[in-house]
């Protein structure tokens, strides 16, 4: 028999007895020790001895009429402790929406099929409107200059190391800041017209990352092909379908295919299965400093304090994601560090940097998709 019911059937033998008073301090004695021997809330078990305690020396008839209200409130003191309980006694975390994005103006490096315009589909959940552009310095431009809200660009990939244009274009551009993050698995492909056989191919288009990622495969299958570099894997896609000629191939993803009405002569021919590219989603808000996934800064100054950087770094426990060194055009040895970690707090990283003897710029703390 459980415990609200002993209650209930103990309480009708009280208001039965006209000799109830005994009975009535036996059974408050006897349910607190019950209650605080079960697993429930203690403040559930304060209050039902509370409700107790106001039925003794009542008469019979006013304990009667008083029966019903105080199992009731009993029931809602059990239903408040079982929640407690499933709950650990901890409120519940507010869930954090992300923002709506419908209206978002998002430019990236064009034209339709890029990686980027995946990674920009990733990011905003395919809301909002995307911009191709011939470059990404046009990308970012269209940015500052208020043709869009956010610009998506590469940063690095696993294969082909840092997009070092783009980090400079970051560096340049002292009005970004950097909003969230995107981590893409890229598949290359040999994307050719329909009906091309691999002895007809005599040049390949792709841009820099995609000959990096697919050089293995074409010094093992095309060792004589001319490669050609162009502004993005898309774009090789484009010139291929556009001028008709089967001589041609480009390396691109398999949406390019799909979008250039190319087919797929050779699929996953990147260096490395695990092969990623960094995305940045960068725009003019005012950077992050709240806790966040992912942090990200720009230390100058010589080669010399970056020992001591990093083991400041290090100190705070502060986990170092990627470093980039670009040069920063004073002397010899002077660089702009592009920093990204996890953990620590823009407090933090300011102090350890300039306690370091460099300058400082924070980019933003963000997420990561």
Same mark, same amino acid.
Not at 1 to 11: A, H, N, P, S, V
């Given at each position: 028999?459980?415990?609200?019911?002993?209650?209930?059937?103990?309480?009708k033998?009280?208001? #039965?007895?006209?000799?109830?008073?005994?009975?009535?301090?036996?059974?408050?004695?006897?349910?607190?020790?019950e209650?605080?021997?079960?697993?429930?809330?203690?403040?559930?078990?304060?209050?039902?001895?509370?409700?107790?305690?106001?039925?003794?020396?009542?008469?019979c008839?006013?304990?009667?009429?008083?029966i019903?209200?105080?199992?009731?409130l009993?029931?809602?003191?059990?239903?408040?402790?079982?929640?407690?309980?499933?709950?650990?006694?901890?409120?519940?975390?507010?869930?954090?929406?992300?923002?709506?994005?419908?209206?978002?103006?998002?430019?990236?490096?064009?034209?339709?099929?890029?990686?980027?315009?995946?990674?920009?589909?990733?990011?905003?959940?395919?809301?909002?409107?995307?911009?191709?552009?011939?470059?990404?310095?046009?990308?970012?431009?269209?940015l500052?200059?208020?043709?869009?809200?956010?610009?998506?660009?590469?940063q690095?990939?696993?294969?082909?190391?840092?997009?070092? #244009?783009?980090?400079?274009?970051?560096?340049?551009?002292?009005?970004?800041?950097?909003?969230?993050?995107?981590?893409?698995?890229?598949?290359?492909?040999?994307?050719?017209?329909?009906?091309?056989?691999?002895?007809?191919?005599?040049?390949?288009?792709?841009?820099?990352?995609?000959i990096?990622q697919?050089?293995?495969?074409?010094?093992?299958?095309?060792?004589?092909?001319?490669?050609?570099?162009?502004?993005?894997?898309?774009?090789g896609?484009?010139?291929?379908?556009e001028g008709?000629?089967?001589?041609?191939?480009?390396?691109?993803?398999?949406?390019?295919?799909?979008?250039?009405?190319?087919d797929?002569?050779?699929a996953?021919?990147?260096?490395?299965?695990?092969?990623?590219?960094?995305?940045?989603?960068?725009?003019?808000?005012?950077?992050?400093?709240?806790?966040?996934?992912?942090?990200?800064?720009?230390?100058?100054?010589?080669?010399?304090?970056?020992?001591?950087?990093?083991?400041?770094?290090?100190?705070?426990?502060?986990?170092?994601?990627?470093?980039?060194?670009?040069?920063?055009?004073?002397?010899?040895?002077?660089?702009?560090?592009?920093?990204?970690?996890?953990?620590?707090?823009?407090?933090?990283?300011?102090?350890?940097?300039?306690?370091?003897?460099?300058?400082?710029?924070?980019?933003?703390?963000?997420?990561?998709?």
């Open positions: 028999m459980d415990i609200l019911t002993r209650y209930t059937l103990q309480y033998r009280i208001g #039965d007895n006209t000799q109830y008073c005994g009975q009535q301090r036996h059974f408050q004695e006897l349910t607190e020790q209650y605080a021997d079960s697993d429930n809330d203690v403040l559930a078990a304060h209050v039902f001895r509370c409700l107790l305690r106001t039925l003794i020396r009542q008469p008839e006013v304990i009667m009429k008083k019903a209200y105080t199992i009731t009993f029931i809602l003191c059990i239903s408040l402790a079982s929640c407690a309980s499933c709950s650990g006694g901890k409120p519940e975390q507010q869930i954090v929406s992300r923002p709506s994005f419908e209206s978002a103006k998002v430019s990236y490096l064009g034209p339709e099929g890029t990686y980027t315009q995946e990674a920009c589909e990733k990011y905003f959940d395919g809301q909002g409107s995307y911009f191709p552009y011939k470059t990404v310095a046009d990308a970012v431009d269209a500052v200059n208020g043709e869009s809200n956010y610009a998506v660009i590469p690095e990939n696993t294969v082909g190391g840092a997009v070092i #244009d783009y980090i400079d274009t970051v560096i340049a551009q002292t009005e970004v800041s950097v909003t969230g993050e995107v981590e893409l698995p890229i598949d290359q492909n040999l994307l050719v017209l329909p009906g091309t056989a691999l002895t007809d191919i005599k040049t390949v288009y792709s841009h820099k990352q995609g990096a697919g050089k293995a495969w074409l010094a093992d299958n095309l060792p004589e092909v001319q490669v050609i570099e162009v502004s993005s894997t898309a774009e896609a484009r010139m291929v379908s008709n000629d089967s001589s041609c191939a480009a390396i691109a993803s398999a949406g390019c295919a799909k979008v250039y009405g190319l797929i002569l050779a996953g021919i990147q260096m490395n299965d695990k092969n990623k590219t960094r995305f940045y989603v960068l725009s003019l808000d005012e950077p992050n400093t709240a806790q966040s996934d992912r942090l990200a800064f720009i230390a100058s100054g010589a080669a010399s304090g970056l020992t001591s950087l990093m083991s400041e770094i290090k100190a705070k426990g502060i986990t170092l994601v990627t470093i980039h060194d670009r040069p920063l055009k004073t002397e010899l040895g002077e660089y702009s560090y592009v920093i990204e970690c996890s953990g620590g707090n823009f407090e933090d990283c300011k102090k350890l940097t300039e306690k370091s003897g460099f300058g400082f710029r924070w980019l933003g703390s963000f997420d990561v998709r």
